[in-house]
């Protein structure tokens, strides 16, 4: 059973930065295509980025280009969040993007930021 691991969040204020780590236990990272998404309060979950497993390939939503980049090693998966905006207050996830559809969700890392 994966169980997926999320760190890194905090509270900072508008324009701070954060970088959220990834980790997995009981299965590599390595082969999957990984991926961000975050929940805000009374919200549905929503995609952030993803990244491919080569490293190659990278995906984000509009709300997050230019701002965050998603990058991995062999183990982790890292989202750095830049000039981060009070709209970006949610619990950050990461998860597998896969045809076979979601491991089990982590905890997820909280991200406050104030304005």
């Known amino acids: 059973q994966v169980q997926l691991v999320e760190s890194g969040g905090g509270s900072v204020q508008a324009g701070g930065s954060l970088r959220l780590s990834c980790a997995a236990s009981?299965?590599?990272?390595?082969?999957?295509?990984m991926g961000w998404y975050r929940q805000a309060p009374g919200k549905e979950r929503e995609f952030v980025a993803s990244?491919?497993?080569?490293?190659?390939s990278t995906s984000y939503a509009d709300s997050v280009k230019g701002r965050f980049a998603i990058s991995r090693d062999n183990a982790k998966v890292y989202l750095q969040m830049n000039s981060l905006r009070p709209e970006d207050t949610a619990i950050y996830y990461c998860?597998?993007?896969?045809?076979?559809?979601?491991?089990?969700w982590g905890q997820g890392t909280q991200v406050t930021v104030s304005s």
């Open positions: 990244m491919g497993w080569s490293g190659a």
């Open positions: 009981g299965r590599t990272l390595v082969n999957y295509i």
């Open positions: 998860n597998a993007v896969r045809s076979g559809g979601f491991w089990p």
